[in-house]
Protein backbone atom coordinates (compact mmCIF):
# COMPACT_ATOMS: atom_id res chain seq x y z
CA UNK A 1 0.00 0.00 0.00
CA UNK A 2 3.14 2.24 0.73
CA UNK A 3 4.07 1.87 -2.60
CA UNK A 4 0.88 2.30 -4.03
CA UNK A 5 0.69 5.95 -2.23
CA UNK A 6 3.95 6.78 -3.38
CA UNK A 7 3.46 6.05 -6.74
CA UNK A 8 -0.08 7.86 -6.67
CA UNK A 9 1.90 10.73 -5.12
CA UNK A 10 4.54 10.62 -8.19
CA UNK A 11 1.74 11.04 -10.67
CA UNK A 12 -0.05 13.68 -8.48
CA UNK A 13 -2.64 12.64 -6.49
CA UNK A 14 -1.35 14.01 -2.75
CA UNK A 15 -3.74 13.78 -0.71
CA UNK A 16 -4.57 10.06 0.18
CA UNK A 17 -3.76 8.17 3.23
CA UNK A 18 -4.38 4.86 4.38
CA UNK A 19 -5.06 3.86 7.33
CA UNK A 20 -5.82 -0.42 8.04
CA UNK A 21 -8.53 -1.74 10.30
CA UNK A 22 -11.77 -3.64 10.14
CA UNK A 23 -15.02 -2.20 9.69
CA UNK A 24 -16.63 -4.90 12.12
CA UNK A 25 -14.86 -3.14 14.92
CA UNK A 26 -17.36 -0.46 16.45
CA UNK A 27 -14.23 1.32 18.51
CA UNK A 28 -12.35 1.53 15.43
CA UNK A 29 -15.23 2.99 13.23
CA UNK A 30 -16.09 5.22 16.02
CA UNK A 31 -12.44 6.48 16.63
CA UNK A 32 -12.18 7.32 12.67
CA UNK A 33 -15.33 9.06 12.20
CA UNK A 34 -14.41 11.34 15.43
CA UNK A 35 -10.64 11.97 14.25
CA UNK A 36 -11.68 12.86 10.62
CA UNK A 37 -15.45 14.51 11.10
CA UNK A 38 -16.01 13.38 7.37
CA UNK A 39 -18.47 15.19 5.11
CA UNK A 40 -18.52 12.67 2.75
CA UNK A 41 -18.14 8.82 3.38
CA UNK A 42 -18.15 6.33 0.50
CA UNK A 43 -18.66 3.01 1.82
CA UNK A 44 -17.19 0.02 -0.70
CA UNK A 45 -15.48 -2.28 1.61
CA UNK A 46 -17.83 -5.44 1.52
CA UNK A 47 -17.01 -9.19 1.13
CA UNK A 48 -18.49 -8.52 -2.95
CA UNK A 49 -18.93 -12.38 -4.27
CA UNK A 50 -22.23 -13.82 -4.65
CA UNK A 51 -20.39 -17.74 -5.33
CA UNK A 52 -18.12 -17.15 -1.80
CA UNK A 53 -21.19 -16.48 -0.28
CA UNK A 54 -22.74 -19.88 -1.40
CA UNK A 55 -19.52 -22.37 -0.44
CA UNK A 56 -21.06 -23.31 2.74
CA UNK A 57 -23.02 -22.06 5.82
CA UNK A 58 -19.47 -19.97 7.08
CA UNK A 59 -19.11 -17.90 4.26
CA UNK A 60 -22.97 -17.16 3.88
CA UNK A 61 -22.82 -16.09 7.73
CA UNK A 62 -19.28 -14.16 7.28
CA UNK A 63 -20.54 -12.42 4.20
CA UNK A 64 -23.92 -10.87 6.11
CA UNK A 65 -22.27 -10.62 9.29
CA UNK A 66 -18.99 -8.52 7.60
CA UNK A 67 -21.29 -6.39 5.08
CA UNK A 68 -24.02 -5.50 7.88
CA UNK A 69 -22.06 -4.64 10.85
CA UNK A 70 -20.18 -3.23 8.61
CA UNK A 71 -22.54 -0.74 7.83
CA UNK A 72 -24.39 -0.21 10.53
CA UNK A 73 -21.12 0.79 12.24
CA UNK A 74 -21.02 3.81 9.94
CA UNK A 75 -24.34 4.87 9.72
CA UNK A 76 -23.92 4.78 14.16
CA UNK A 77 -20.60 6.27 13.87
CA UNK A 78 -22.08 9.15 11.90
CA UNK A 79 -24.75 9.39 14.58
CA UNK A 80 -22.90 9.50 17.33
CA UNK A 81 -20.29 11.31 16.62
CA UNK A 82 -23.26 14.23 16.15
CA UNK A 83 -22.28 14.27 12.00
CA UNK A 84 -25.84 13.14 11.00
CA UNK A 85 -26.45 17.02 9.35
CA UNK A 86 -22.96 17.27 8.21
CA UNK A 87 -21.88 13.72 6.62
CA UNK A 88 -23.41 12.22 3.25
CA UNK A 89 -23.14 8.64 3.28
CA UNK A 90 -22.49 6.85 -0.32
CA UNK A 91 -22.89 3.30 -0.63
CA UNK A 92 -22.16 1.05 -3.68
CA UNK A 93 -24.82 -1.41 -3.17
CA UNK A 94 -25.74 -3.78 -6.01
CA UNK A 95 -28.49 -4.46 -8.83
CA UNK A 96 -28.63 -7.78 -7.49
CA UNK A 97 -30.81 -6.85 -4.92
CA UNK A 98 -34.02 -6.69 -7.80
CA UNK A 99 -33.64 -10.05 -8.09
CA UNK A 100 -35.45 -10.75 -11.82
CA UNK A 101 -38.94 -9.35 -11.96
CA UNK A 102 -41.30 -9.72 -14.83
CA UNK A 103 -41.55 -5.40 -15.23
CA UNK A 104 -39.21 -3.04 -15.85
CA UNK A 105 -36.80 -2.38 -12.46
CA UNK A 106 -37.63 1.10 -10.80
CA UNK A 107 -35.03 3.25 -9.20
CA UNK A 108 -35.27 2.24 -5.98
CA UNK A 109 -38.86 2.31 -5.20
CA UNK A 110 -41.89 0.30 -6.29
CA UNK A 111 -45.84 1.76 -6.19
CA UNK A 112 -48.05 -0.19 -5.21
CA UNK A 113 -51.70 -0.96 -4.78
CA UNK A 114 -53.88 -3.07 -3.48
CA UNK A 115 -57.51 -2.88 -2.52
CA UNK A 116 -57.11 -1.32 0.50
CA UNK A 117 -55.13 2.05 -0.55
CA UNK A 118 -51.47 2.51 -2.44
CA UNK A 119 -48.41 3.55 -1.21
CA UNK A 120 -44.29 3.80 -2.11
CA UNK A 121 -42.32 1.23 -0.81
CA UNK A 122 -38.32 0.54 -1.02
CA UNK A 123 -37.46 -2.37 -3.21
CA UNK A 124 -34.63 -4.17 -1.78
CA UNK A 125 -35.81 -7.91 -1.55
CA UNK A 126 -35.61 -10.45 -4.17
CA UNK A 127 -32.29 -11.12 -4.16
CA UNK A 128 -30.57 -14.53 -5.73
CA UNK A 129 -27.40 -14.67 -2.97
CA UNK A 130 -26.70 -15.01 0.10
CA UNK A 131 -24.39 -11.38 -0.78
CA UNK A 132 -26.84 -10.06 -2.25
CA UNK A 133 -29.21 -10.08 0.48
CA UNK A 134 -26.63 -8.88 2.23
CA UNK A 135 -26.92 -5.86 0.47
CA UNK A 136 -30.92 -5.56 0.50
CA UNK A 137 -30.23 -6.19 4.33
CA UNK A 138 -27.95 -2.60 4.30
CA UNK A 139 -30.49 -1.46 2.04
CA UNK A 140 -33.33 -1.63 4.36
CA UNK A 141 -31.02 0.13 7.20
CA UNK A 142 -29.91 2.65 4.91
CA UNK A 143 -33.26 3.48 4.64
CA UNK A 144 -33.97 3.57 8.17
CA UNK A 145 -31.39 5.70 8.94
CA UNK A 146 -32.28 8.39 6.98
CA UNK A 147 -36.12 8.08 8.09
CA UNK A 148 -34.88 8.21 12.00
CA UNK A 149 -32.16 10.64 11.64
CA UNK A 150 -33.13 12.45 7.77
CA UNK A 151 -29.23 11.31 7.10
CA UNK A 152 -28.36 11.99 3.47
CA UNK A 153 -28.09 8.51 1.91
CA UNK A 154 -27.04 7.95 -1.88
CA UNK A 155 -28.03 4.08 -2.63
CA UNK A 156 -26.08 3.48 -5.56
CA UNK A 157 -27.21 0.22 -6.87
CA UNK A 158 -23.74 -0.82 -9.00
CA UNK A 159 -24.43 -3.26 -11.84
CA UNK A 160 -21.07 -5.54 -13.13
CA UNK A 161 -18.02 -4.16 -13.41
CA UNK A 162 -15.99 -4.60 -16.02
CA UNK A 163 -12.68 -3.59 -16.74
CA UNK A 164 -9.43 -2.67 -14.61
CA UNK A 165 -8.43 0.73 -15.98
CA UNK A 166 -9.75 4.37 -15.06
CA UNK A 167 -7.82 7.40 -16.49
CA UNK A 168 -6.31 8.03 -13.10
CA UNK A 169 -4.72 4.30 -12.87
CA UNK A 170 -3.77 4.00 -16.19
CA UNK A 171 -0.76 6.52 -15.46
CA UNK A 172 1.08 3.75 -13.88
CA UNK A 173 1.76 0.27 -13.80
CA UNK A 174 1.91 0.73 -9.88
CA UNK A 175 -1.36 2.05 -10.21
CA UNK A 176 -3.22 -1.18 -11.58
CA UNK A 177 -5.69 -2.73 -10.23
CA UNK A 178 -6.68 -6.23 -9.49
CA UNK A 179 -7.90 -8.64 -12.38
CA UNK A 180 -9.96 -11.49 -11.02
CA UNK A 181 -10.96 -14.19 -13.09
CA UNK A 182 -11.74 -16.93 -10.87
CA UNK A 183 -15.18 -18.55 -10.35
CA UNK A 184 -15.64 -16.41 -7.18
CA UNK A 185 -14.57 -13.28 -7.71
CA UNK A 186 -13.76 -13.05 -11.58
CA UNK A 187 -16.98 -10.81 -13.28
CA UNK A 188 -18.40 -12.46 -16.70
CA UNK A 189 -16.54 -9.71 -18.97
CA UNK A 190 -13.32 -10.77 -17.45
CA UNK A 191 -13.45 -13.75 -17.03
CA UNK A 192 -14.43 -14.68 -20.52
CA UNK A 193 -11.30 -12.41 -22.26
CA UNK A 194 -9.33 -14.74 -19.65
CA UNK A 195 -10.38 -17.74 -21.03
CA UNK A 196 -10.28 -16.17 -24.90
CA UNK A 197 -6.27 -15.31 -24.32
CA UNK A 198 -5.42 -18.40 -22.78
CA UNK A 199 -6.94 -20.46 -25.11
CA UNK A 200 -10.03 -22.22 -22.96
CA UNK A 201 -13.56 -22.85 -24.75
CA UNK A 202 -15.79 -19.85 -23.05
CA UNK A 203 -18.15 -21.02 -21.07
CA UNK A 204 -21.61 -19.97 -21.02
CA UNK A 205 -23.94 -21.09 -18.24
CA UNK A 206 -27.25 -22.25 -19.74
CA UNK A 207 -28.72 -20.65 -22.80
CA UNK A 208 -27.05 -17.23 -21.87
CA UNK A 209 -30.13 -15.66 -22.90
CA UNK A 210 -29.84 -13.76 -19.41
CA UNK A 211 -29.38 -10.17 -19.22
CA UNK A 212 -27.00 -8.82 -16.93
CA UNK A 213 -26.67 -5.18 -16.32
CA UNK A 214 -22.80 -3.64 -16.57
CA UNK A 215 -20.71 -1.03 -15.88
CA UNK A 216 -17.25 -0.03 -16.64
CA UNK A 217 -15.00 0.75 -14.00
CA UNK A 218 -13.92 4.68 -15.03
CA UNK A 219 -18.18 4.94 -15.25
CA UNK A 220 -18.44 3.33 -12.23
CA UNK A 221 -16.09 5.53 -10.79
CA UNK A 222 -17.41 9.08 -12.48
CA UNK A 223 -20.52 8.56 -11.14
CA UNK A 224 -19.32 7.95 -7.52
CA UNK A 225 -17.41 11.12 -8.13
CA UNK A 226 -20.62 12.77 -9.19
CA UNK A 227 -22.74 11.08 -6.15
CA UNK A 228 -19.88 12.75 -3.75
CA UNK A 229 -20.08 16.04 -5.39
CA UNK A 230 -23.96 16.11 -4.50
CA UNK A 231 -25.18 18.63 -1.33
CA UNK A 232 -25.89 16.47 1.83
CA UNK A 233 -30.20 17.24 1.60
CA UNK A 234 -31.17 14.78 4.44
CA UNK A 235 -32.80 12.39 1.40
CA UNK A 236 -32.57 8.75 0.47
CA UNK A 237 -31.30 8.71 -3.02
CA UNK A 238 -31.13 5.73 -5.43
CA UNK A 239 -29.83 5.57 -8.77
CA UNK A 240 -29.60 2.07 -10.89
CA UNK A 241 -25.87 2.79 -11.39
CA UNK A 242 -25.61 0.96 -14.70
CA UNK A 243 -24.82 2.19 -18.22
CA UNK A 244 -26.04 -0.99 -20.75
CA UNK A 245 -27.71 -4.23 -19.91
CA UNK A 246 -26.67 -6.73 -22.75
CA UNK A 247 -26.85 -11.51 -23.14
CA UNK A 248 -24.16 -12.86 -21.29
CA UNK A 249 -24.11 -15.06 -25.11
CA UNK A 250 -23.70 -11.01 -26.39
CA UNK A 251 -20.69 -10.51 -24.23
CA UNK A 252 -19.20 -13.85 -25.19
CA UNK A 253 -19.69 -13.23 -28.83
CA UNK A 254 -17.88 -9.95 -28.46
CA UNK A 255 -15.35 -11.43 -26.92
CA UNK A 256 -14.88 -14.06 -29.77
CA UNK A 257 -15.15 -11.36 -31.97
CA UNK A 258 -11.69 -9.13 -30.35
CA UNK A 259 -10.34 -12.88 -30.15
CA UNK A 260 -10.64 -13.07 -33.99
CA UNK A 261 -8.89 -9.84 -34.84
CA UNK A 262 -5.76 -11.09 -32.89
CA UNK A 263 -6.17 -15.13 -34.63
CA UNK A 264 -6.97 -16.48 -31.41
CA UNK A 265 -9.33 -20.00 -31.69
CA UNK A 266 -11.80 -19.15 -29.56
CA UNK A 267 -14.83 -21.48 -28.86
CA UNK A 268 -17.88 -20.82 -26.84
CA UNK A 269 -19.93 -23.87 -25.04
CA UNK A 270 -22.91 -23.78 -22.95
CA UNK A 271 -22.70 -25.63 -19.99
CA UNK A 272 -25.07 -26.33 -17.58
CA UNK A 273 -25.79 -23.55 -15.24
CA UNK A 274 -24.47 -23.78 -11.48
CA UNK A 275 -26.54 -20.31 -10.54
CA UNK A 276 -30.36 -20.52 -9.75
CA UNK A 277 -31.77 -17.88 -12.83
CA UNK A 278 -33.89 -17.30 -14.98
CA UNK A 279 -32.04 -18.12 -18.03
CA UNK A 280 -34.06 -16.00 -20.77
CA UNK A 281 -34.59 -12.94 -18.68
CA UNK A 282 -34.89 -9.79 -20.30
CA UNK A 283 -33.86 -7.18 -17.57
CA UNK A 284 -35.41 -3.79 -18.33
CA UNK A 285 -34.05 -1.48 -15.82
CA UNK A 286 -35.13 2.48 -15.58
CA UNK A 287 -31.94 4.77 -15.50
CA UNK A 288 -33.54 8.02 -15.62
CA UNK A 289 -32.21 9.08 -12.27
CA UNK A 290 -28.88 7.97 -12.78
CA UNK A 291 -28.20 8.96 -16.70
CA UNK A 292 -28.65 12.72 -15.08
CA UNK A 293 -25.99 11.78 -11.94
CA UNK A 294 -23.50 9.81 -14.80
CA UNK A 295 -23.45 11.95 -18.35
CA UNK A 296 -22.79 10.22 -20.93
CA UNK A 297 -21.05 7.28 -20.70
CA UNK A 298 -17.49 6.34 -21.69
CA UNK A 299 -17.19 2.70 -22.66
CA UNK A 300 -19.79 -0.09 -23.55
CA UNK A 301 -18.43 -3.40 -23.06
CA UNK A 302 -18.20 -4.45 -26.53
CA UNK A 303 -16.27 -1.65 -27.75
CA UNK A 304 -14.29 -1.88 -24.55
CA UNK A 305 -12.70 -5.55 -25.58
CA UNK A 306 -12.75 -4.83 -28.77
CA UNK A 307 -9.82 -1.40 -27.78
CA UNK A 308 -7.00 -2.68 -27.42
CA UNK A 309 -7.48 -4.77 -30.71
CA UNK A 310 -8.83 -2.39 -33.34
CA UNK A 311 -6.35 0.76 -31.89
CA UNK A 312 -3.60 -1.33 -32.14
CA UNK A 313 -3.82 -2.57 -35.98
CA UNK A 314 -5.32 1.07 -36.89
CA UNK A 315 -2.33 2.63 -35.78
CA UNK A 316 0.13 0.24 -36.90
CA UNK A 317 -1.39 0.39 -40.21
CA UNK A 318 -2.31 4.15 -40.51
CA UNK A 319 0.91 6.08 -39.29
CA UNK A 320 1.35 6.85 -42.61
CA UNK A 321 -1.60 8.02 -43.33
CA UNK A 322 -2.13 10.42 -40.05
CA UNK A 323 0.69 11.91 -40.70
CA UNK A 324 0.17 12.82 -44.64
CA UNK A 325 -3.30 14.28 -42.81
CA UNK A 326 -1.14 16.63 -40.49
CA UNK A 327 1.95 17.08 -43.17
CA UNK A 328 0.95 20.87 -41.87
CA UNK A 329 2.16 20.00 -38.63
CA UNK A 330 5.51 22.79 -37.53
CA UNK A 331 8.05 21.31 -35.42
CA UNK A 332 6.55 22.30 -32.16
CA UNK A 333 3.18 20.00 -32.51
CA UNK A 334 3.59 16.59 -31.30
CA UNK A 335 0.70 14.14 -32.14
CA UNK A 336 -0.97 12.38 -29.40
CA UNK A 337 -3.34 9.86 -30.23
CA UNK A 338 -5.49 8.91 -27.13
CA UNK A 339 -5.82 5.00 -27.52
CA UNK A 340 -9.04 5.17 -25.13
CA UNK A 341 -11.18 7.71 -26.41
CA UNK A 342 -10.31 7.54 -30.07
CA UNK A 343 -9.56 11.56 -30.29
CA UNK A 344 -6.30 12.59 -32.59
CA UNK A 345 -5.14 15.95 -30.71
CA UNK A 346 -2.67 18.15 -32.41
CA UNK A 347 -1.13 20.22 -29.42
CA UNK A 348 1.54 22.75 -28.66
CA UNK A 349 4.39 21.24 -26.76
CA UNK A 350 3.98 23.37 -23.80
CA UNK A 351 0.92 21.85 -23.44
CA UNK A 352 1.74 18.16 -23.37
CA UNK A 353 2.44 17.87 -19.77
CA UNK A 354 -1.24 18.87 -18.82
CA UNK A 355 -3.01 16.29 -22.00
CA UNK A 356 -1.21 13.73 -21.70
CA UNK A 357 -2.38 11.65 -18.80
CA UNK A 358 -4.14 8.41 -19.88
CA UNK A 359 -3.31 5.88 -21.98
CA UNK A 360 -1.59 7.41 -25.69
CA UNK A 361 0.69 7.07 -28.66
CA UNK A 362 2.85 9.55 -29.14
CA UNK A 363 4.07 10.27 -32.72
CA UNK A 364 6.92 12.57 -32.39
CA UNK A 365 7.71 14.21 -35.66
CA UNK A 366 11.63 14.45 -36.97
CA UNK A 367 12.60 13.10 -33.18
CA UNK A 368 11.57 16.40 -31.26
CA UNK A 369 10.87 14.16 -28.68
CA UNK A 370 12.88 13.85 -24.84
CA UNK A 371 12.00 10.63 -24.46
CA UNK A 372 13.41 10.71 -21.03
CA UNK A 373 10.57 13.27 -20.18
CA UNK A 374 8.06 10.40 -20.39
CA UNK A 375 9.68 7.80 -18.69
CA UNK A 376 7.23 7.93 -15.81
CA UNK A 377 4.08 7.45 -17.89
CA UNK A 378 5.23 3.63 -18.60
CA UNK A 379 1.24 3.31 -20.57
CA UNK A 380 2.64 6.09 -23.60
CA UNK A 381 4.36 4.45 -26.48
CA UNK A 382 6.17 6.92 -28.61
CA UNK A 383 6.85 6.60 -32.04
CA UNK A 384 9.43 8.03 -33.49
CA UNK A 385 9.72 8.40 -37.23
N1 LIG B 1 -17.23 -5.33 -8.68
C1 LIG B 1 -18.51 -5.43 -8.97
O1 LIG B 1 -18.89 -5.92 -10.05
C2 LIG B 1 -19.56 -4.92 -7.99
C3 LIG B 1 -20.92 -4.95 -8.39
C4 LIG B 1 -21.88 -4.48 -7.50
C5 LIG B 1 -21.52 -3.99 -6.26
N2 LIG B 1 -20.19 -3.98 -5.90
C6 LIG B 1 -19.86 -3.45 -4.57
O2 LIG B 1 -18.85 -2.45 -4.71
C7 LIG B 1 -17.96 -2.51 -3.60
C8 LIG B 1 -16.54 -2.69 -4.08
O3 LIG B 1 -16.45 -3.93 -4.77
P1 LIG B 1 -15.09 -4.48 -5.40
O4 LIG B 1 -15.44 -5.33 -6.56
O5 LIG B 1 -14.15 -3.33 -5.55
O6 LIG B 1 -14.62 -5.44 -4.23
P2 LIG B 1 -13.14 -5.67 -3.63
O7 LIG B 1 -13.17 -7.02 -2.96
O8 LIG B 1 -12.12 -5.38 -4.66
O9 LIG B 1 -13.09 -4.54 -2.52
C9 LIG B 1 -13.73 -4.67 -1.27
C10 LIG B 1 -12.73 -4.28 -0.21
O10 LIG B 1 -13.43 -4.24 1.05
C11 LIG B 1 -12.51 -4.67 2.04
N3 LIG B 1 -13.27 -5.13 3.23
C12 LIG B 1 -14.18 -6.13 3.31
N4 LIG B 1 -14.64 -6.23 4.57
C13 LIG B 1 -14.02 -5.26 5.30
C14 LIG B 1 -14.08 -4.88 6.67
N5 LIG B 1 -14.85 -5.51 7.55
N6 LIG B 1 -13.30 -3.85 7.08
C15 LIG B 1 -12.48 -3.19 6.20
N7 LIG B 1 -12.38 -3.52 4.89
C16 LIG B 1 -13.15 -4.56 4.46
C17 LIG B 1 -11.76 -5.81 1.38
O11 LIG B 1 -10.54 -6.05 2.06
C18 LIG B 1 -11.56 -5.27 -0.04
O12 LIG B 1 -10.36 -4.55 -0.14
C19 LIG B 1 -18.46 -3.63 -2.70
O13 LIG B 1 -19.30 -3.09 -1.71
C20 LIG B 1 -19.27 -4.50 -3.63
O14 LIG B 1 -20.25 -5.23 -2.95
C21 LIG B 1 -19.21 -4.42 -6.74
Redesign the pocket.
Known sequence: MEDRIKTAEQNGFTNISFI??????RDFVNEIICLFKPEIIV???????APYSHINGGMANYTQF??N??TRNLLWGIKEANLVSKCSFI??????IYGAPEFEIPEGFLDIEQPTGKDTLLYPGMAGSW?HM??SNDVNNLYLANKMWKMSIVD???????GTETEENALDPGLA??F?FDFY?G?VGNRFCAMALTGYPITIYGKGEQRKPQ?S?ED?VCSIVNAAKLKANGKFEVFN?TTEVPSIKGIAEAVKNAGEQLKLPVEIKHIPNPRVEKEEHKMVINTDKFQKLLGKPKHNIELQVHDPVVNKKELENQNKIILKDFSNLTKSDILVISVAHHNFQKINTTKWLSIIKKNSFIIDIKGLIDVNKFKKFKRIKIYQL
Open positions: QGDLVDHLAAQPSNNQAETTTMGYSKLRMAIVYTRDFVILSQ
